[in-house]
């Protein structure tokens, strides 16, 4: 056994609130340690004190937040180091990778400054020796043409590029421990994928110890040695990454791992979430009901197209052309899935099939009419949205009554407002909310619940088509798990017809029945859902399957 | 079924729940609430109703510095001896009698004078205080409605710029460009000549002219909403551009414009002293705090510094109150702070 490089003992974290002496805990008493050349895995959903564990080593915490317990590194209580002494550790020896690259990067520096930055502070090399260290340093962290790059400003970088620098950047003096704080969740799963096997090989290479912070336990599968699973601040299991995927003591991480649609096996016909599976495997998935291939087609896109205009220069004009030539029909009941990276177009694709955007080509016609002849107003009852992000989709001077009645106040839906209001209940009842939310505001919400009330509010119109614009995504896995569930007893008990767009490729696996790839604004590929995986033709198609974390799988045994 | 609805708190009911921990802010609340009913009372003729008669002598000074000396006595010498008889020459004599008895059919009160007022007296013998509380009345009333003026242009034409953009936000900030590149002062110099003089000419005038931040604010402000998830839901569900400008953003933007408010209220105050200093505010038969420091300037040479004294005392109690209460006002509002609690 290697010896340890850091150990946590028995750490809580709680936060001053207000001006009173309310405290709220964040951590709760949690100890596990890192051994030399290993890394371990933080896992949990939001809230459950991972950020704040690793971010209470460094000492990066907030000015309210008072850390107790003992955090042992090299002999010393970092707990009780004092401000010098962190800011020589920091960066020197534990180094920080941050989830979001584009906002830890300077804007206005070019990165190749920010680069040297930690090398003429911490270890007083000259400007010319900490260029050259710099170069060399872009260069392992494998970005093309490194020289170049130096003087390149972040914002002439893609997403993976800017992780690399911001690696590289934690790399520049030989840290021994590197924490990696979702490093990867920004990205796209193919970048996410180079970025995973970049940090293994530095990891190898540079003999150091990896904290990975992640929610996603398939990417800790297959980076980490040990995981450490985390929930309300407290410690619910630590072990092997074996003996997590394979015999998972605790019923939370049975449960995690259980509710997170995957792309291996047939396709369950519901997930379970949390609180469910903790109780036993009692009721089987059930096989889904197959959908009637005859149902009439209740949406059709042909063509459609959207181009931009960027300005150029001081009077040119240059076309961006976000969706090239579209064609889709949609029958009732079923559900069309919506894949690719970010910036191939799936959003505006949404956004203009309601005319929240206008196309500049092609039609949508919807029961066989032509969206542009009928009024606008008519159309938007049948097509609904719903939005990726719950926290923004709400109007926050609403309470979700008013929200609720509002479009149905708009479309004479009801004939007096107490008819409104109980339609209201009934939905809100219907998506699984209780009758005391609809006096209630959105922040009193969980992002989960915001995404109901979201949906219900596109249920008031009683539309035909639903576009779900990345509606699980911002969701955390269980949650997630329980709004899949509602959106398919909502598509069976009303019949309605989803566009699901999304990057994740599991759940669009389980909600679909057709699969669109698209790059580039075009679609790439076309095919029945399970076709598509098993069988895909497009070499596109291919590599965004390969990126696809699948969590722990155990090495083959010679 | 028709259960006993929950309802939750609302945005409004947690801003004062805030607010009400404010120490600062609720004394500052309190202190402007005194001065909103002096305004009222004095609307109402209740208090300082009288505050043009002269109730003291000229340039009285205040209760607390107590009566001006009695003037030397030896000025000129009172002559001695009897008076001259000049009847025999004055062509008027004969009809002495007669004045005589037509004045006797009038009374004349001589009003005691007094020797000292609470704050003094102005150069007529007019009380101080009186002249404060009644100028209160005008000043904040023009500060409070000229600034209404300036937020509702300004709400008005910055949503329309910031939701529509396009051509008709071009257009509105050249508007706003050709507004901000003339002097201040000289557009107020513009605007004073061609409406007259006037309380409602004062309102105008720096309603008119003190739009254009509000304006910049409000325009950013809604920018940045209309392309929010929450005003497209709208437009998805079919809401129409007004009920979206005004029914979804503008409660979200509420709290800029209200310190804004604020903010201007206090600047307009000044800005109708200023005006009135210089002879462009209110008329000669009302009073404000402008015109109160006017008057004081030529009483300040002869060292009658009490009406200065009063003016300033007021404004400044008012403004500094105001100012903090607005401050206390965008810590409760502003959800950004929220986080602080």
Known sequence: MSPKLLSIQDLRVAFRMGRGTGRVQAVRGIGFDIDEHSSVALVGESGSGKSVTAMSIVNLLPDNAERSGRILYGGRDLLQAGAAEMRALRGREIACVFQDPMSSLNPVLPVGLQLCEPLRTHLKMSPRQARERAEALLAEVGMPEPRRRLDAYAHELSGGQQQRVMIAMALACEPRLL?????????????????LELLATLKARHRMSLLFISHDLGVVGEIADRVVVMRHGELREQGAVAQIFEAPRDAYTRALLACRPNLAGPPPARLRVIDEPMTGDAAAPAQRAARDPDAPVVLEVRALAKSFWLRQGLFGKREFRALRGVSFALRRGHTLGVVGESGSGKTTLGLTLLRLLEPSAGEVRLDGLDLRETRALALRRRLQIVFQNPYASLNPRFSVGQTLVEPMAIHGIGATQAEREQRARELLAKVGLDDSAFGKYPHEFSGGQRQRVAIARCLTLQPEVLVLDEAVSALDVSVQAQVLNLLRDLQDELGLAYVFISHDLGVVRFISDEVLVMKDGA????????AILAAPTQDYTRRLLAAVPRGYVAPVTP | MSAP?????????????????????MVCGAVVLAFVLLIVLSALGLVAGGWQRERGVPNAPPGFVGPRAAEGAAAVAVPRGPNADLSEVDPLAPRYAEWDARAAAFRSVEVDKLQTLPLGADKLGRDVLAKAVKGTEISVFVGVMAALVATLIGTLLGAVAGFFGGRSGDLLEWLYNVF??????????????????GIGTVVLILGLTGWTGIYRLVRAEFIKHAVRDYV??????????????????LPNVSHVILVQLSILTVGFIKAEVILSYLGLGVPVDQVSWGTMLAEAQSELLLGHWWQLAAATLFMAVFVTAFSL?????????????????
């Open chain 2, 325 to 341: 209460l607005t401050d206390a006002l965008r810590d409760a509002l502003d959800p950004k702070l929220r986080g602080a609690e």
């Open chain 1, 179 to 195: 924490i990696a704080d979702e490093p990867t969740t920004a990205l796209d799963v193919t970048i996410q994928r180079q970025i």
């Open chain 1, 523 to 530: 679609v790439v590929e076309q095919a029945g859902a399970e």
């Open chain 2, 232 to 249: 497209r839901a709208a437009q998805a569900i079919g809401a129409s551009a007004a009920s979206r400008m005004f029914r979804h953003i």
């Open chain 2, 180 to 197: 901000t590149s003339i002097p201040g002062i000289l557009l107020i110099f513009a605007f004073a000549a061609v409406f007259g003089r």
């Open chain 2, 5 to 25: 609805l929950q309802r939750s708190e609302g945005v409004w009911q947690a801003a004062w729940r805030r607010f009400r921990g404010d120490r600062l802010g």
